[in-house]
């Protein structure tokens, strides 16, 4: 019985790495769709009320936060501009191949903004735990779909050889 569940298991585990070879297309429909959902919770910080922003900024030790309209209104549009990428992504990983030229510029465009991020950020003077954290997560997304992106199009031309 125990060995008949983990040869099971084992199964699973070999074919869903083969999974992954034979369908990079999927893993990087999931991976987009991921990161849109997740993104989505921006639009939770676009709504929420302006004392959550004090109170958050407090909380994890950063300088305090301005309470401008100006100060909330960068945040908030920000968080907008955050949460409508998110459905963008939704929406590219539901049709990777309408939009398959698009998701190789995405990345390279995530990989710069991840580098971007960074350098805005040690000009900013924000905590390097933080600033590291958020460029290099926008950099190893980038690379990740820029990977996938690629095993795709490999597969995409390889198939196409061998169809002819």
């Known amino acids: 019985m125990f060995s008949d569940d983990l040869a099971e298991k084992q199964l699973k585990v070999i074919q869903n790495r083969q999974m992954t070879a034979k369908y990079p297309e999927s893993w990087l429909a999931w991976f987009l769709w991921l990161v849109g959902v997740f993104t989505q919770l921006a639009f939770v910080a676009a709504l929420m009320p302006a004392s959550w922003f004090v109170i958050i900024t407090d909380e994890?030790?950063?300088?305090?936060?301005?309470?401008?309209?100006?100060?909330?209104?960068?945040?908030?549009?920000?968080?907008?501009?955050?949460?409508?990428?998110?459905?963008?992504?939704?929406?590219?990983?539901?049709?990777l191949s309408r939009y398959r030229d698009l998701i190789g510029y995405l990345a390279y465009g995530v990989i710069v903004f991840g580098i971007l991020q960074g350098i805005i950020d040690l000009q900013s003077g924000m905590p390097l735990i933080w600033t590291l954290g958020e460029s290099i997560s926008s950099v190893i997304g980038g690379l990740m779909i820029l990977w996938l992106h690629k095993k795709c199009r490999l597969r995409s031309t390889s198939s196409t050889v061998t169809s002819t």
């Open 60 to 95: 994890i030790g950063l300088d305090a936060f301005p309470e401008t309209p100006l100060a909330f209104y960068l945040a908030r549009h920000l968080s907008l501009m955050y949460g409508f990428v998110g459905i963008a992504l939704i929406v590219i990983s539901y049709q």
